[in-house]
């Protein structure tokens, strides 16, 4: 029979994000269809750490998040869809209590990554959630 550990189980109403962002720049067709850098998540991964790092020794707040690799489907993507990643992610109160910091780090990690990746839109969707979390005893 296994054994269940004991947690401590915190449950609070947060915000959760989910930003959508091309990394291919341009609307160009042949330049959306080519191989580039990013298709690697790993190099996608070191770019998004890094810039959330910075925000993070400048305002104490961490933009933890969940990557995916997906695809955009619009009238005149290339086809199969326009290669973008989704990026995902939760307020938990223990390590940032303020949720104008958490929105104001996740636009600004956003705008950032947009810059560097050179895209012209992003979009973020909002939404309230029941967050819990689980911290062993």
């Known amino acids: ?77 290339p086809e199969g869809g326009e290669r973008v990643y989704v990026v995902q992610g939760s307020r938990n109160e223990k390590f940032t209590p303020d949720k104008e910091k958490y929105k104001n780090a996740v636009v600004k990690l956003a705008r950032i990554l947009a810059s560097e990746l050179e895209q012209e839109t992003f979009s973020i969707s909002w939404t309230d959630i029941k967050y819990s979390y689980f911290e062993k005893e």
């Open 1 to 77: 029979m296994q054994k269940e550990r004991l947690y401590d189980e915190t449950n609070s109403e947060v915000e959760s994000f989910q930003l959508v962002i091309g990394y291919i720049s341009g609307y160009n067709r042949e330049e959306l269809e080519r191989k580039n850098e990013f298709d690697s998540i790993e190099r996608f991964n070191t770019l998004y750490y890094k810039i959330a790092q910075e925000i993070y020794d400048k305002s104490g707040v961490f933009v933890t998040a969940l990557t995916f690799k997906s695809r955009v489907l619009y009238p005149g993507a």
